[in-house]
């Protein structure tokens, strides 16, 4: 009788794959959690916010030691911070 196997390479990446697309889906709804209470209730969720951004340091920080950052990555990082300044100036001067 062959015996079944519980955990090989295949079964790790879905994993990995469900985790990736779990924490997406949970940046994104925090994130438009905090623009909702901002616009439509006058609050400020930094805490919120902060949670976002640490994520994404602490995922920057770990894949870095890890050595799998490519080249291409700063030029994103800088490209995203720009346009969200210009998208934070823009607002503030829209209000």
Do not use: C, P
Request: glycine content about 6%.
């Amino acid at each position: 009788m062959k015996s079944q196997v519980e955990r090989d390479e295949r079964t790790v990446a879905v994993e990995k794959s469900s985790y990736y697309v779990a924490y997406i889906f949970m940046g994104f709804a925090i994130l438009l959690d905090v623009a909702y209470r901002a616009f439509k209730m006058g609050e400020s969720s930094f805490d919120l916010l902060a949670i976002v951004v640490l994520s994404g340091i602490i995922s920057a920080i770990y894949q870095a030691r890890h050595k799998v950052i490519n080249k291409g990555w700063l030029k994103t990082v800088v490209l995203a911070i720009a346009i969200s300044i210009f998208a934070g100036v823009m607002i503030i001067t829209l209000r």
